[in-house]
């Protein structure tokens, strides 16, 4: 142990990691916990929900292209899905309007990006630091 921590590498590491733990707590936001008020039976949330509103986003998203061709895949028409999506209820309905706007065509390719970055950046800081000397041995 007294060898590793006598290393050259140990103070750079500690340094980086230090410093990767302040960006990293600096990002996060904070959180508040409280109670939802009572407007007549129903909470805020549940009142909020504006079905019209919900059902045309749900609609217009339907009427693409892409989507239209992967009902028809599945055996389905616009008209039976808009049938289906009638029969949901309210917070059904929200639900799925809400949860639209998260989905991506290609995923994440910004975060995807961003991780071999930071990966591929490690591994050049981790060969700078060993300055090369990187072996393989068998036993």
Partial sequence: MKNMLSSFYAKPL?????FAMLILSTLAGHAEAMFLPQ?????VSEAAFDR???VTKIRSVLESKQIAQRLMDYGLTYDEAMARIDSMSDEQVHQLASNLDSLQAGGDVVGTVVGLLIIAL?????IYLL???IEVRRR
């Fill in 52 to 54: 019209t509103a919900d």
């Fill in 39 to 43: 407007t007549d039976g129903q909470s």
């Fill in 131 to 133: 300055e090369g000397r």
């Fill in 14 to 18: 500690s340094i980086y990691l230090a």
């Fill in 122 to 126: 490690l591994v050049v800081l981790l």
